[in-house]
């Protein structure tokens, strides 16, 4: 099986990398990340990580298997991908202080001749950040690649984080645990 992570995130490749498995990267340009505005929030990392995989579809060979993702961050009602600009970061961070969240990851897995698809959800708590807090955070580590404007592995998750409830790596963007049971159903490790 030749395995594709059509990802070019550092926490995606360093994430399945961890499982031992040999894979490639490609990543194919311009795929749109939107989604219908009536889309239920829990449903929207899995229909981006769908779009995506229907991109790379008509490219495989028939031991390919492409995983493809989204992560996203869902707080009440309101979907939070990535920050436009430091001013969106600050708005979302602000959003999330002293509260509740969820991370959502949508992934794919799709071959020629099949597909899986699930989500991995994570609760996610912080604590009240103040504005000097939030303001450090991004100017020093400029998290506008990252949904939700954070990265639980770097500083703000350090100091802001008061509880985790499923996930930990769901949160850095690629549920790896689900990923590697459903790759043995497939038969891509021989033990």
């Known amino acids: 099986m030749n395995i594709i992570l059509g990802s070019n995130s550092p926490r995606r490749k360093e994430l399945l990398g961890g499982l031992g498995i040999a894979f490639e990267v ?6 749109s990340e939107n989604f219908p505005e009536n889309l239920p929030v829990d449903e929207t990392a899995l229909y981006i990580a769908r779009e995506k995989a229907e991109a790379y579809k008509p490219l495989l060979q028939e031991d390919d298997l492409v995983i493809t993702a989204d992560t996203v961050v869902v707080c009440g009602q309101e979907v939070l991908g990535k920050p436009v600009d430091a001013d969106d970061a600050r708005r979302m961070l602000r959003l999330l202080s002293g509260r ?33 807090e939030i303001n450090y955070y991004i100017n020093k580590y400029q998290p506008f690649d990252k949904a939700g404007a954070y990265g639980i592995q770097e500083w703000i998750g350090y100091i802001g984080v008061t509880g985790l409830k499923g996930s930990y790596f769901n949160v850095m963007g690629l549920p790896v645990q689900r990923i590697y049971e459903e790759l043995r159903k497939l038969g891509a490790f021989n033990f």
């Not at 490609?26 to 795929?31: A, F, K, W």
Request: hydrophobic residues 40%; aromatic residues 6%.
């Open 100 to 132: 509740t969240h969820h991370v959502i990851t949508g992934v794919c897995l799709t071959m020629a001749a099949c597909q899986r698809v699930f989500s991995v959800s994570t609760e996610v708590t912080f604590k009240q950040l103040s504005d000097e």
């Open 26 to 31: 490609r990543v194919l340009p311009d795929i």
